[in-house]
């Protein structure tokens, strides 16, 4: 099991961050197509998974507006909790109350990069030589 790639898009659907783990293959689709998907995702608990025959989509919507969806393979069990974890613990903390970071713009917090991919790295389900 691993994580392939997560997004974060602001409410405008803007993409903020973009990290890939264990992708050996592109999937076809680009980010402007997941902005899209993820604009027409109307939600009323904040949380979305669905899955295809190849890998498996976590959606997590703040009361904000900001969007984190993360692609998995298949046998990633629901990620509601860790998708709220990278939220409060490390996007508020290293983004929001950082005053270096101008909300709404592309991330550029190299902190906040390294803190989540020690995190995502560290998920139980993550596999460094799956793919």
């Given at each position: 099991m691993t994580v392939h790639n997560l997004y974060i898009f602001d409410r405008n659907g803007s993409c903020l961050h973009y990290g890939e783990w264990n992708r050996k293959k592109q999937a076809g689709i680009s980010k402007e197509e997941v902005r899209q998907e993820a604009q027409l995702i109307q939600l009323k608990d904040g949380f979305l998974t669905?899955?295809?025959?190849?890998?498996?989509?976590?959606?997590?919507?703040?009361?904000?507006?900001i969007k984190i969806i993360m692609n998995t393979d298949l046998g990633v069990p629901n990620a509601k909790d860790i998708?709220?974890?990278?939220?409060?613990?490390?996007?508020?903390?290293?983004?929001?109350?950082?005053?270096?970071?101008?909300?709404?713009?592309?991330?550029?917090?190299?902190?906040?990069?390294?803190?989540?991919?020690?995190?995502?790295?560290?998920?139980?389900?993550?596999?460094?030589?799956?793919?």
């Open positions: 669905f899955q295809t025959s190849k890998y498996k989509l976590h959606y997590y919507e703040t009361a904000t507006g998708l709220h974890q990278i939220y409060s613990t490390l996007y508020v903390e290293y983004i929001v109350k950082n005053p270096l970071c101008v909300l709404g713009e592309q991330l550029s917090s190299d902190l906040f990069s390294t803190r989540l991919d020690l995190y995502i790295r560290a998920l139980p389900f993550f596999s460094p030589r799956a793919a």
